[in-house]
């Protein structure tokens, strides 16, 4: 079966939504639409790439990510049609996708799909939706568009190493307001070299242990892991960590090994 996933700062209180599902329906009624989430914050394209890019490799090849963050038409900004790792992304030449891709894709297509007046000012439900069906019903990414060299570049913000320190920052609050940084588990390991380290944040809290699961000290009890996304966690288990330990998008953590 055809899938299409939704990523996209929409949310689910409006008519947007509704109209972007309904207009894919109306392409491809068979096609099973996947909500990643459409709970990003508006025009957030940093948390939407953090998501996206943790996420997708999950489904099954030939996927087709539609990504809908800063789409409103300008000038500047092509839309892009993107086959990478075996799926297919559709959205805005942004900078997103230099956020989630690892390297530089080979087959880019700015999208050259007539556009439909009365979608002018809502091109998600008409361009977007047109190029993601096609994409899903196993139409050739060539035929919707012409080769690009590149993407539009934005820069992840990147743990430094100093010494016998590490020094990252705050990059994503989940829902459980866990606290995740970019410090990846591979970058992590090749600067510890089995040393013993502590990692500080703010208020002088120290954590000196990394756990492997949430409810490995008691409730309340703050630890770090490498979850999921395999970036380094700030955690509390069954807690707020965001909210009890201060800690927000971009604050520094640090760190230090023995």
């Not at 040393?195 to 699961?213: A, P, Q, V």
């Not at 996304?229 to 998008?249: C, R, T, V, Y």
Request: hydrophobic share 45%; charged share 20%; proline share 3%.
């Amino acid at each position: 079966m055809a899938i299409i996933t939704l990523t996209t700062d929409l949310g689910d209180k409006d008519i947007y939504l509704a109209a972007l599902k309904g207009s894919i329906l109306k392409l491809l009624p068979e096609v099973n639409i996947v909500d990643i989430t459409n709970s990003v914050s508006a025009f957030n394209v940093q948390q939407a790439a953090f998501i996206l890019k943790n996420s997708y490799y999950y489904f099954p090849d030939n996927t087709v990510h539609l990504i809908g963050i800063d789409t409103v038409y300008n000038t500047f900004t092509k839309y892009l049609a993107i086959r990478y790792n075996n799926h297919y992304f559709v959205g805005a030449d942004n900078g997103i996708f230099s956020l989630m891709f690892d390297d530089e894709p080979k087959d880019i297509f700015e999208i050259n799909i007539m556009q439909d007046l009365k979608f002018l000012h809502f091109p998600l439900a008409d361009i977007f939706v047109k190029a993601a069906c096609h994409l899903a019903k196993g139409g050739d990414i060539e035929e919707i568009g012409l080769p690009v060299a590149g993407i539009e570049k934005k820069m992840n913000l990147a743990p430094v190493v100093e010494k016998n320190l590490i020094k990252g920052a705050v990059i994503y609050i989940d829902s459980f307001q866990n606290v995740i940084t970019n410090i990846k588990k591979d970058f992590f390991n090749t600067v510890q070299q089995g040393r013993r380290f502590t990692l500080y944040f703010k208020r002088n809290e120290t954590i000196s242990h990394l756990s492997w699961h949430y409810n490995e000290v008691p409730e309340g009890e703050k630890l770090c892991l490498f979850g999921i996304s395999d970036h380094l966690e700030i955690a509390i288990n069954k807690g707020n960590a965001s909210g009890l330990l201060g800690l927000n998008l971009g604050d520094s953590v640090i760190i230090e090994f023995e």
